[in-house]
């Protein structure tokens, strides 16, 4: 049954995740049940498609959301899931193989391009009724997408606007997985706000191309 359950969800993002930045959500998300229901392997496929998405460690720099450093090469992230798996499986030595495999595989194809070196993650604990926020430029007529996904403890807030402070998305109703997705007319900056709407700090996991 679990390995059904695993080719449903990779059915799933074959059919409905048409960007790297919804592939990245959703192995994350599956690495979140795989951690809720103990399965080794389920966090292996979870690895391997972060790992595919392209996905880097980003920070937020005066004001802006940028890529810690350089292009990619060994994902940390899918190197983070891979190793949880094998914490997972001690006595697997199938899971240990593979997730050495994925520690140490390299992005393949394009790693660079107008939007930068592949789709971007930042972390970070957001205190009971309080925001994070930071600004995006985008390229004309390219799908722009923003998405944050919440340790389940509060419900989060993602808006989007433009300079003038016209709201572009306003994310409310998918409380812990918000996504923003919008095509600019032209080249432009746009706001992004991430609130905490919750009663608890939680934690935040946020993606962005």
Known sequence: MKRLSILAVLLLIGAAAPSAIEDAALGLKLADHARRTGDAREMLVAARIVAASGLREAEVRDGRLVARAGLPDRSPI???LAEEARLMAPG???VAAEAEALALARPKGIVGGSWGSGPLQFRQMLPAGESVGWTVRTRAAEPAFVSAIGDGDADLHLSVADRRGRT????????????CRWSPPR???YRVILG???RVPT???VLSN
């Open 78 to 80: 899918a190197v983070a």
């Open 187 to 189: 080249a432009a900056d």
């Open 92 to 94: 697997d030595a199938a």
């Open 203 to 205: 934690r935040v996991v």
């Open 168 to 179: 572009v998305c306003d994310e409310r109703g998918n409380a812990y997985y918000p996504l």
């Open 196 to 198: 905490n709407a919750g």
